[in-house]
């Protein structure tokens, strides 16, 4: 497969001081995680995410919210990592400066072994109060649907970035600076159609970032990137990181 990438592209990657992924729902799709936007097989061809990912819906309905999170977070918890999770963790290896921002929830990336991961919609095996926003590690048993806040009785709701809500500082200003200040910046995975982080890989293209987009259907980014691959990123990274890098680590294959 390594035919598939040009040499301009395996030159700049190793040559590469910073590089920056952000990456979307479609990179944990090999792992067995439903993506939002895929069509039959997407959580929204199922449930419309005004009814279920805002703070409204929870208000209206908090023991349906409650009840999906539950779900996915059930889901989530099953799921390992796949080969396109540990090839980005080999990547930051070869690399100086790495920023992995992800849209997703399910923690995956870290159980691969990344490091530098910038959350920027939260984590759904993280809780908080829906009253303060503070964090909630634990909470004595109950059959209630949320459990209330240990502190102030509030409802419990899960660390997760709603529709309308804006996003965490800290990810927010990491994943800003990476585009701005990287050499390479990849999209993998994500339909680049929520914003802010939709807005990155334009910032990182106007930067003067070579921008590579993986994904084996066009997105609204896919006429601008300086590279696309129509390909799952469980089968195209490791073989881009193989080509560009040597060998990736075979025991996380
Ligand atoms: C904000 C967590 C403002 C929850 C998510 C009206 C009111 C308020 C805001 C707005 C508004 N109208 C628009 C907005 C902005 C809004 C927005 O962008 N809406 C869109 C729909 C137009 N954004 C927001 O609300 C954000 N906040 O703007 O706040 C503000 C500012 C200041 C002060 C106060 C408020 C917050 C957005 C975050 C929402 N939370 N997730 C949960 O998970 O339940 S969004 C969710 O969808 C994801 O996190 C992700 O960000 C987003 C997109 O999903 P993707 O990851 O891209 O997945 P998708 O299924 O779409 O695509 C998968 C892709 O993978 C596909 O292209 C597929 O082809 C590809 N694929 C499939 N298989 C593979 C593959 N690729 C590679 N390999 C494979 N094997």
Redesign the pocket.
């Known amino acids: 497969m390594s035919q598939l990438f040009p040499s301009a592209l395996l030159e700049t990657l190793r040559k590469a001081r910073s590089i920056a992924v952000l ?5 944990s ?2 792992s067995g995680v439903p ?4 069509a039959q097989t ?3 061809a199922k449930f419309k ?1 005004e009814e ?2 805002t703070a409204e819906a929870f208000l209206r309905n908090p023991k349906m919210v409650w009840e999906w ?1 539950r779900y ?1 977070f059930d889901m989530v918890r099953t799921v390992q990592p796949n080969p ?1 999770h540990y090839a980005l963790a080999e990547m930051e290896r070869r690399v100086s400066e790495f920023t992995l921002v992800t ?3 399910d923690g995956l990336h870290q159980k691969a072994g990344s490091r530098n991961v910038q959350e ?3 984590n ?1 095996q993280r809780y908080k109060c829906f009253e303060d926003n503070q964090a909630v590690e634990s909470w004595a048993p109950t059959e209630e649907m949320p459990p209330k806040c240990p502190r102030c009785g509030g409802m419990i709701r ?1 660390d ?8 965490p500082d800290g990810p927010y200003v990491a994943a800003h600076m990476a585009s701005e200040t990287c050499d390479v910046f990849f999209s ?11 807005a990155l890989p334009g910032m990182a293209l106007r930067a003067g970032a070579v921008v590579v987009e ?4 066009r ?1 609204p980014l896919t006429a601008q990137a300086t590279y696309v691959f129509q ?6 990274l490791p073989e881009l990181v193989k080509a560009a890098w040597g060998a990736v680590d075979s025991s996380k294959q």
């Open positions: 990456t979307g729902a479609g990179i799709a090999e993506t939002f936007r895929d997407g959580l929204w995410p279920l990912a999170y996915r396109g849209q997703n929830i920027l919609h939260g759904i899960p997760i970035v709603w529709f309308g809500e804006s996003l993998i995975g994500t339909s680049a159609v929520v914003f802010p982080a939709a993986i994904n084996p259907e997105t390909m799952p990123s469980g089968q195209l």
